[in-house]
């Protein structure tokens, strides 16, 4: 059973252009959130999916940051125009919707994408 | 709004003895969990251990063990035989429900000496 898949691992973008960072949840996990850790951080909340839904935006820029978790298809994370700032490991995990499962033993989590702009 | 303080940058340990990490966290919920995440240089979250808020018990998984005041709003993790794979960056963290959305503290680096 594949645990939660991130691509890429690292990404490279000069100022200016857009990221796109994949996620493909747990199998059977309906809920995908997504996490950025600055360098030397813990790692901050952005925002929480369920298929075709948001649930939870409150931690993602108002600007050139959005996410999707289509019906079919990995949830990606898109950040537009980006700049040095933006550089940065993300991190998404995925769970069973809440209430189900075993709480905190149901998240898990993925190896990140670095992104690195120049 | 909830926040978690782990006010031990680096901690050092010698092979074999024992290390407690210190956390503390505020909020004015009742019904939580905390957790104590791993993070080696793989840069992967792996979970140590979880606590709900509601059992008094400690909770303890091998070697690791926490000691949870909740009058406090202390969660400390205590590592016991370190050995030379526990370091790695150790995260505190919480959340209202179990499968929601983690606040994390900004970490202990955690160095064990041969």
């Known amino acids: 059973n594949a645990g939660v898949m991130q691509n890429p691992r690292h990404l490279v973008r000069r100022r200016g252009q857009e990221a796109r960072l994949r996620c493909s949840p747990m199998?059977?996990?309906?809920?995908v959130y997504w996490y950025r850790q600055l360098p030397e951080e813990g790692l901050k909340f952005m925002v929480y999916l369920q298929k075709e839904n948001i649930i939870d935006e409150s931690g993602m820029p108002k600007e050139r940051f959005s996410a999707e978790f289509p019906k079919e298809g990995p949830s990606i994370l898109r950040i537009q125009q980006v700049v040095r700032g933006d550089s940065a490991a993300y991190f998404c995990?995925?769970?069973?919707?809440?209430?189900?499962?075993?709480?905190?033993?149901?998240?898990?989590f993925g190896s990140g994408t670095r992104l690195t702009v120049v | 709004a909830q926040t978690v303080t782990q006010s031990q940058p680096e901690m050092s340990v010698q092979e074999a003895e024992t290390v407690t990490l210190s956390c503390t966290y505020d909020t004015s919920e009742s019904d939580y969990y905390l957790f104590w995440y791993k993070q080696p240089p793989s840069r992967q979250m792996i979970l140590v251990i979880r606590?709900?808020?509601?059992?008094?018990q400690n909770a303890t998984e091998n070697r690791f063990s926490v000691n949870f005041q909740k009058a406090a709003k202390s969660f400390s993790l205590k590592i016991s035989d370190s050995q030379l794979g526990d370091a790695a960056m150790y995260f505190c963290?919480?959340?209202?429900?179990?499968?929601?959305?983690?606040?994390f503290g900004t970490g202990t680096r955690l160095t064990i000496i041969p």
């Open positions: 963290a919480y959340s209202l429900f179990g499968n929601e959305k983690l606040t």
């Open positions: 199998k059977g996990h309906s809920h």
């Open positions: 995990a995925s769970s069973l919707a809440p209430g189900q499962g075993s709480g905190g033993y149901g998240y898990t």
């Open positions: 606590q709900e808020a509601y059992k008094q």
